[in-house]
């Protein structure tokens, strides 16, 4: 769909759910694949301009890949939490069929900066960043602290089966990786058990989907792989190293320590953090998104996305290749 | 046999050309997916230059570590099973050192700018 036409049918929408709307402008598409897209634009209003997102899946891309809580759950979610005081935008309108804009939710957009080199280098985030761990583990405490009778529809998740699909993927490559293999034994020799609390977890809580101002965080975006599991996945995830952009000392983000995140997420939550148990969803979370290079590089090769960027993602999963030898087997 | 120059040198010139006479002038989006392809040539460059010593000291290292003779592949692929099916772990004398050495050389193509990889090339 032309972008003309995307802005007229954001313009005629806005008009049925924004009093005094009056027109669109600033239309671009930021990023997204075939089955999704984000939008951003600007409402006309006479209190001044509403900055707004779009997210959508077009018509005809109905089912949601295997992993995604799909965009009518991701739209709940974040209203939750922008109601629950977690930093998140506030949902501006859920698509219906009568916008013929597809499925999907329009939202507030909220300024700061999502570029990791960004905000662990320039100047303007100086301030923020000794603070970034520390609420990093109380929003975290908010997210698994949301109601679990309000949520929607989601899919649970355990190591077990979370092991049990990368093995499944591991397999299916026809390449051996044998530093891989060993993480998997290594995960299945050291699988915690059931967690004995169940959470809303975010599924992918780290940078890019970071919002964050001179302020500190401002919103946590991208939802799609929420899930129902064990929340300490949640702190293991943003641990991983490929999260640290080139600041491997600082486990979190590349901008905090490992205490800073868990003072603040028991102090926000009143759980005592189980330190092996993130430990064990780190090493998952390492291994896991190895598989996801090898798996865009496949997608590269059967196309239709046939991108040097997916090219060379096959590339990086070494990076994670020596990430599990650091954690499972460091040299003296 | 093929004739010179070789293909690392040819690769080698084209990243060259690009990064020096092609990239100053543009901007933008072109300029990215520019810089992801300069990336992709250097990689092959090091892949050319590299990977024939690589590649033999991991075959003759799977060969001691397996007992068996075989091509890069089949041990890579027999090593990972024997590692899935827990005949071989950590506590097998030489495997770590051995995942070491070709996660190593896999990084020395790959990224070579990898934080967790120039840092353990630093003296310990």
Not at chain 1, 150 to 175: H, K, N
Not at chain 1, 179 to 191: E, K, Y
Request: hydrophobic fraction near 45%; charge should be negative; charged fraction near 25%.
């Amino acid at each position: 769909m032309s972008t003309t036409s995307v802005a007229e049918l954001l313009a005629r929408s806005a008009a049925a759910w924004c009093p005094g709307a009056a027109g669109v402008t600033s239309a671009a598409r930021l990023s997204g694949g075939a089955s999704q897209e984000t939008w951003s634009f600007d409402i006309t209003h006479p209190d001044g301009a509403i900055g707004a997102i779009l997210r959508r899946a077009p018509s005809g891309y109905g089912a949601a890949p295997g992993r995604a809580a799909g965009l009518d759950a991701e739209a709940v979610l974040m209203q939750l939490a922008h109601d629950a005081g977690v930093p998140s935008p506030k949902v501006l309108h859920v698509l219906r069929p009568d916008d013929d804009l597809g499925t999907g939710f329009i939202m507030q957009r909220v300024a700061g900066e999502t570029i990791p080199r960004k905000i662990l280098r320039d100047d303007e985030f100086a301030g923020a960043r000794p603070k970034l761990a520390r609420q990093c583990g109380e929003i975290l405490a908010g997210i698994h602290g949301l109601s679990a009778a309000s949520l929607p529809q989601l899919r649970r998740m355990t190591a077990a089966a979370e092991i049990a699909e990368l093995q499944r993927e591991i397999d299916g490559f026809d390449w051996p990786r044998p530093v891989f293999q060993l993480a998997l034994r290594w995960l299945r020799d050291h699988d915690p058990g059931p967690s004995e609390r169940v959470t809303l977890v975010h599924g992918d809580f780290r940078h890019g989907n970071l919002m964050i101002g001179p302020d500190g965080v401002r919103a946590v975006l991208d939802w799609e792989l929420a899930h129902l599991g064990d929340p300490i996945e949640d702190l293991g995830w943003i641990c991983v190293n490929s999260w640290r952009f080139g600041v491997i000392d600082k486990p979190v983000g590349g901008f905090g320590t490992y205490e800073e995140l868990f003072s603040g997420y028991e102090a926000a939550s009143g759980i005592a953090v189980d330190v092996a148990r993130v430990k064990f969803w780190e090493v998952m979370g390492t291994l896991r998104w190895g598989v996801m290079c090898v798996g865009m590089m496949q997608r590269f090769r059967l196309g239709p996305d046939h991108s040097m960027e997916r090219a060379m993602i096959g590339r990086r999963s070494s990076e994670t290749e020596i990430d599990l030898l650091r954690l499972l087997a460091p040299r003296a | 046999m093929q004739d010179e120059p070789r293909p690392d040198e040819l690769v080698k010139a084209v990243s060259d050309f690009l990064r020096n006479d092609i990239a100053p002038q543009i901007s933008g989006h072109a300029a990215f997916k520019l810089r992801v392809a300069i990336n992709a040539l250097d990689l092959v460059t090091r892949q050319l230059t590299l990977a024939g010593d690589s590649d033999a000291a991991e075959l003759h290292g799977l060969t001691m570590l397996l007992g068996v003779h075989g091509t890069l592949d089949g041990l890579n692929q027999d090593l990972a099973d024997r590692i899935a099916r827990g005949d071989i772990d950590l506590a097998t004398p030489g495997v770590k050192e051995h995942l070491w050495q070709t996660t190593l050389a896999k990084l020395a193509v790959d990224q070579p700018n990898y934080g967790s990889y120039k840092r353990e090339l630093e003296p310990k």
